[in-house]
């Protein structure tokens, strides 16, 4: 009874592309925030990306004009798409999703870039 799965992980080469994908149960609704997050051994969770059920988006500086998140509401949907991947983008990447009173977390997807 998973509620939440992450996908499109891999191995790509430096300036390559990866588009991540994160499916949710239909018993979760009114996710006012999805995020992404990333975590390398050693290192805490930091966030990628966000956006709210309104559209407003967010980055971390380190991804900015590279990395597009969106969200499909009503197919319970989340993106994020991965442009010009440096090696230091490699790590586990991990959807969250907010509904204002409880986060639920995926499992991650491990994305590896490297020659």
């Known amino acids: 009874q998973e509620q939440l799965v992450e996908s499109g992980g891999g191995l790509v080469q430096p300036g390559g592309s990866l588009s991540l994908s994160c499916a949710y149960s239909?018993?979760?609704?009114?996710?006012?925030?999805m995020g992404w997050y990333r975590q390398v051994p050693g290192k805490h969770r930091e966030l990628v990306a966000t956006?709210?059920?309104?559209?407003?988006?967010k980055y971390a500086d380190f991804v900015k004009g590279r990395f597009t998140i969106s969200r499909d509401n009503a197919n319970k949907m989340g993106y994020l798409q991965m442009n010009s991947l440096k090696p230091e983008d490699t790590a586990v990447y991990y959807c969250?999703?907010?509904?204002?009173?409880?986060?639920?977390w995926g499992q991650g997807t491990q994305v590896t870039v490297s020659s």
């Open positions: 956006v709210t059920s309104d559209g407003l988006t």
């Open positions: 969250k999703l907010d509904s204002g009173w409880k986060n639920y």
């Open positions: 239909g018993t979760l609704f009114n996710i006012y925030v």
